[in-house]
């Protein structure tokens, strides 16, 4: 399967040769018209409890950028709660305009020096069994911020060492020798997201290449397979089930752990439509094909997002593997 990751990676894997203005342009050629009504099941309370307000203050005071806001997350006043936060490093404006992220795009700001010593701190003096460590894409570095990733893993390293660590990292195109920068840092787990289908690459996530981020992956597995690979999709974009189950089989053949389903929600009129809301029985159904296909762990449900319950499901991925290797 090496092979025929890398043939389709250099059939499919031209580069376009657009900048980031092509890609917000492109992104923004979306029927304003279209919305749908949200189901009873997508429906969230507004985060107003104690916890949310001390882990938004705790992240504040660090000045670090989460996902959780950028990308409006909806799960973000039940993780907050549970002091849960998946920071985003590298600052908050990314380098692409994938159609479905709600996370801005323009150029970067500097890289902070101070960056991975204060996810250290909040590793620390939270308490946090584990965390997730993820960042914009970086395509204006010459590692693709590879190195922030390492410092930062480093410093939670030192700092919290109970702590679990979770990288949801970028693809690095075209970055040599970053992916194994980081691999050699040894996270606990390797995230990269597939996100889509890849019929829906071109307007959905334009700037990636399907095969090479299933490359990544299966690559973090040769370089260290005591690492644990990970990675989630949206629904709901305009793909069918037959789609999705060959994605599976995709990720298996890439030797990828855990896969994450979640229903794909419309952060602005600018952004593509939802072209359906997935009912939870279809959810169920993925749920079940994938754990048969031979992931280790599953995650698929409406409000599923890469990093809910990145803990619970880190211990029992874990438990997983140990079961496994027994039989």
């Known amino acids: 399967m090496s092979k025929n990751l890398e043939q389709n990676n250099q059939e499919n894997g ?36 104690k916890g949310y307000h001390e882990t938004k203050n705790m992240l504040q005071a660090k000045k670090l950028h989460t996902v959780c806001e950028e990308a409006a997350c909806p799960n973000i006043g039940e993780c907050w709660e549970q002091k849960h936060a998946t920071v985003m490093i590298l600052g908050s404006i990314c380098t692409r305009a994938c159609s479905f992220c709600n996370i801005e795009t323009g150029k970067p700001q500097a890289v902070n020096p101070h960056e991975p010593e204060n996810v250290g701190d909040v590793a620390k003096f939270s308490g946090l069994k584990h965390i997730v460590i993820t960042s914009v894409d970086r395509d204006d570095l010459a590692d693709g911020g590879a190195n922030q990733f390492v410092e930062c ?70 370089l260290d397979p005591t690492i644990f690979t990970k990675s989630g999709l949206m629904v709901g974009l305009g793909e069918n089930k037959e789609q999705i189950l060959q994605v599976m089989d995709d990720m298996r053949s890439a030797n990828i752990d855990f896969i994450t389903i979640g229903q794909y929600l419309r952060p602005t009129l600018r952004h593509a439509p939802v072209d359906r809301y997935v009912s939870p029985d279809e959810f169920d159904f ?30 029992k991925m874990q438990k997983a593997r140990l079961l496994h290797h027994l039989h």
């Open 153 to 222: 893993i480093k410093n939670v390293r030192k700092k919290a060492p109970q702590t679990t660590i979770e990288i949801l990292t970028p693809d690095f195109l075209r970055k040599d020798q970053a992916l194994e920068l980081v691999v050699q840092a040894k996270p606990d787990v390797f995230n990269h997201n597939i996100e889509t289908v890849p019929a829906l690459y071109q307007t959905i996530r334009p700037g990636a290449r399907y095969f090479h981020s299933l490359r990544l992956l299966q690559k973090v597995k040769e």
């Open 14 to 49: 031209q580069i376009a040769k657009k900048d980031n203005k092509d890609y917000l342009d492109f992104a923004t050629n979306f029927p304003k018209e279209t919305t749908l009504r949200k189901p009873d099941w997508i429906r969230v309370k507004a985060p107003m409890s």
């Open 286 to 315: 993925y749920k079940k094909m994938a754990y048969s296909k031979g992931f280790l762990m599953v995650a698929s449900s409406p409000l599923t997002r890469s990093s809910y319950h990145a803990g619970d499901d880190f211990a």
